[in-house]
């Protein structure tokens, strides 16, 4: 019998998006799915066309209703305690799944003996109107804490899990933006993540997102989680690919207008090739 997978779509305004996303969900190809909606607090006229909107749909969809908003961290968070599947999938109500991601994810997890999988995406800019398919590098996860700390390259919903997985993790909710970095980065430290070369997420940017009306704050939170990445896990890795720095660099300096951040990542750097070669003469000596 094939493994359930459990597709959690937190929704908290902005409810005309949620028809098409929870539609992708529902006709997906891979049919042992459980869906559950998390209603993240929202007023009495979004929470009836919730159930509106679900009821359209034949497949039984589980519906939380958390009486008070606390951000997508703490949905998750609830959406995961509720979940019954052996694999778990995050769904944004303003995105949209292709209809075969959740059939490939599995058969590539289970083909590789892996626990997490993630796939490209195609980004959907509503604000200037124009499309970008977000491709991986082949070799995105050899070194997956740092690739995942200076790439900043993963979408959360492109991520296909093993429950394990969150028996020893769940999201931070002292984060309101870069919940999904930070307990990538934290699974990465334990888990395999293998990387599935196939555009399966449709994911939308657009002037109600939480990312774009807050942006300086979101912008703000993750260059604190950078800078504490940077000085706590990074004094001694192997920075094998030097293009992870130069694009965390660039970064830094035009996204985050941190030349602080660049410095720090820079010296990590330096700092580690000087302590390889400051070895490998000693060890010659």
Known sequence: MSKKVSIIIPVFKNIHFLK???????????????????????????????????????????VINLKKNQGVSNALNEGIKKSTGNYLSWLSHDDYFHLKKIEMQVDYLEKN?????????????????????????????????????LND????????????????????????????????????????FIHLKKKLLFSNKHISQSSYIKKDES???????????????LLFYNFNRFTYVIKFIYRSILIYKSPTLAIAVLK????????NYFRLYIKRS
Request: proline fraction near 0%.
């Open 20 to 62: 098409k996303s929870l539609s992708s969900a529902v006709n997906q190809t891979y049919k042992n799915t459980e869906i559950i909606i998390v209603n993240d607090g929202n007023k009495k006229d979004d929470k009836e066309e919730i159930y509106k909107i679900k009821n359209n749909f034949k497949k039984k969809i589980i």
């Open 113 to 149: 003996c892996a626990k997490i999988c993630s796939c490209d995406f195609v980004e959907i800019n509503k604000i200037g109107n124009f499309k970008i398919d977000r491709i991986l590098d082949d070799k995105y996860f050899d070194d997956q804490v740092l690739s995942i700390i």
């Open 153 to 192: 390259s993963l979408h959360g919903c492109s991520l296909l899990i093993d429950k394990e997985c969150f028996s020893d993790f769940s999201f931070n909710k002292k984060y309101k933006h870069i919940q999904d970095y930070d307990i990538w980065y934290r699974m990465s430290e334990k888990y395999q």
């Open 219 to 233: 912008i703000t939170e993750k260059l604190k989680f950078y800078e504490d990445l940077i000085n706590e896990k």
């Open 268 to 275: 990590k750097f330096l700092f580690y090739n000087f302590y």
